[in-house]
């Protein structure tokens, strides 16, 4: 069996030293141009060439959860692409977003810039029935951070594309549904798939219909959101801030507006970063339930674009 691994911006020996110790009897190698064809794929934003050399790949795994950029390309009729299913995001998606949660609710920010100037003073404390949080997006991420803010006893609604029932969540589903699903909301957390229906789905007309004092938390991708869209709203006072990990453009361009701007707090994409050990894990039990004929988790629909 060959894997062919392709991912230009990290160090690829811990991930070759990880695959060949799991599965001995694979070649595990770096793909370059002119590489012999492989069965499986390990692969993250690869070049076209890649796929186009790989006519008959028998399954791509993606180094993330994420597989837009790999919908981008051309990827053979008969490969299955593979999402990285948790394999440790969802504690990481979790607690990031909890923390932005509370950061805005308990007014942590306020307290830092006092306190920096020597100020001891209290602020009238908020009431956490006034601060539903609205989940969008309720797969492998979208239901553990769900269920992480109710923890907290905030009220936590959620929507996505089909029905749910989660414990603690007030679930909507579809476009139907998803004006009231705004109006229920007051933070609003992006944790959706980025498809031909969700890119810009974060826009003025959407935004405007959150509870006054809005807060957004986009850890989904930038082009989800309409840039000049936030700012408007933030400067019209209807959005309070907005915590954001992800970008049209990444990194962010040094002169892009949101670098300066006092209402918004950013972070380099960093919410739920893939960790190597349990992706190889992931990826190789899959690799050998695939080799004993076995479905697998994870495989992307096309159709739905995630
Ligand atoms: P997932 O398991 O595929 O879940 C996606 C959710 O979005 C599902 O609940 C789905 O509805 C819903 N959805 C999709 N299209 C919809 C639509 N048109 N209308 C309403 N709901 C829709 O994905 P995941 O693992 O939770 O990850 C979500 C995204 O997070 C990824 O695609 C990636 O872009 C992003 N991410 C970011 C980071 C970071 O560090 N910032 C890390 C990991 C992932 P159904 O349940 O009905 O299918
Ligand atoms: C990161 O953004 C991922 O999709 O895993």
């Not at 920010?109 to 006034?130: C, I, T, V």
């Not at 803010?149 to 929507?159: I, K, L, R, S, T």
């Not at 006072?237 to 209402?263: C, I, S």
Request: charge should be neutral.
């Amino acid at each position: 069996m060959r894997i062919s691994f392709c991912y230009a911006d990290t160090k690829s020996e811990p991930w070759l030293a990880g695959l060949r110790a799991a599965l001995p009897q694979a070649e595990v190698e770096v793909w370059s141009p002119g590489a012999a064809p492989a069965d499986y794929g390990v692969v993250w934003a690869p070049p076209q060439q890649f796929l186009d050399e790989q006519p008959h790949i028998r399954a791509l795994f993606n180094i993330g959860a994420g597989v837009d950029a790999l919908l981008q390309l051309q990827v053979p009729a008969q490969t299955l692409i593979v999402r990285l299913d948790d394999a440790g995001m969802s504690a990481q998606m979790a607690e990031f977003v909890c923390h932005a949660v509370i950061r805005h609710f308990r007014e942590l920010d306020h307290y830092e810039a006092g306190m920096n100037q020597g100020q001891w003073a209290f602020r009238k404390p908020r009431l956490r029935s006034d601060c539903p949080v609205g989940i969008m997006g309720l797969g492998v991420l979208g239901q553990r951070v769900a269920q992480a803010v109710a923890q907290f006893d905030f009220p936590v609604v959620g929507w996505s594309r089909s029905p749910k029932a989660i414990e603690g969540v007030r679930c909507f589903a579809g476009e139907a549904q998803l004006p009231a699903f705004l109006a229920a909301s007051k933070v609003l957390v992006c944790l959706l798939p980025l498809t031909d229906e969700t890119r810009g789905i974060l826009r003025r007309e959407t935004l405007a219909q959150l509870q006054p004092g809005g807060y957004l938390i986009n850890v989904a991708r930038g082009a989800h959101l309409v840039d000049e869209d936030l700012i408007a709203l933030l400067d019209s006072g209807h959005l309070a801030g907005a915590a954001l990990d992800v970008f049209r453009q990444e990194p962010l361009p040094a002169q892009h507006t949101f670098w300066k701007h006092p209402k918004i707090t950013l972070t380099p994409h960093t919410s739920a970063r893939t960790l190597r050990d349990e992706s190889i894990a992931q990826m190789v039990g899959k690799i050998m339930a695939l080799e004993r004929g076995e479905p697998i988790a994870g495989v992307v629909s096309r159709d739905k674009g995630y």
